[in-house]
């Protein structure tokens, strides 16, 4: 008996790009369809994400979460996000998942985005986060100018036309990164204090 074809997915959702952004979050690509609480970046109510950002900005795991506790509150996130100047996108457009699941491990990337043109619509724009190791391979894959991934937690600069940035990774906001929640948050706290935000 043969395998199925595996079949390219096509990244659904358009990058987060408000013109005041001062710093551009960077995943790898979306959970299966099956997994979304709303049409946003980070939509699996098992990824920690919006639950890091509440701690981190609110000082309430759940200030994003809907009154049931079974979603997300879309609205409030998008204007959290334009209010702060943070855009969001993923490192990958096209991919193939060789497996059902969420897992970056068993993601096969088709296709880049360009984060290069990304970045020109982003003109005050002098960081970048990943959130991720698929997306920090990525990332140092298709931007020229980074040196090298920095430690989780840290950041590297680099010069990308005549802007000076910095590149940070941060861990996984997945579950499946064994560090608690609560240092998680600690890890981007730390990255949100320097870039000012």
Known sequence: ????????ETHPLPAFAPENARLLM??????????????????????DMWRIMGLCFFNERDYF???????????????FLQEKGIAISDTAKQVIRLKE???DKHLQIVQTMDIAALLERLPHCHAIVTTGQKASDTLLSILPGIPAAPAVGGFVE????????RFYRMPSS??????????KAGVYLGMFNEIGL
């Open 1 to 8: 008996m043969t395998q199925p074809e595996l079949l390219p």
């Open 26 to 47: 960077l995943g790898s690509f979306p959970p299966g369809r099956h997994r979304w609480k709303m049409d946003f970046y980070y939509p699996n109510l098992n990824n």
């Open 65 to 79: 979460l809907t009154p049931q506790k079974n979603g997300y509150e879309e609205d409030k996130i998008r204007q």
């Open 101 to 103: 699941n969420a897992s």
């Open 158 to 165: 680099f010069l990308w036309q005549t802007r000076k940035m």
């Open 174 to 183: 997945s579950r499946a990164y064994p560090k608690p929640l609560v240092e």
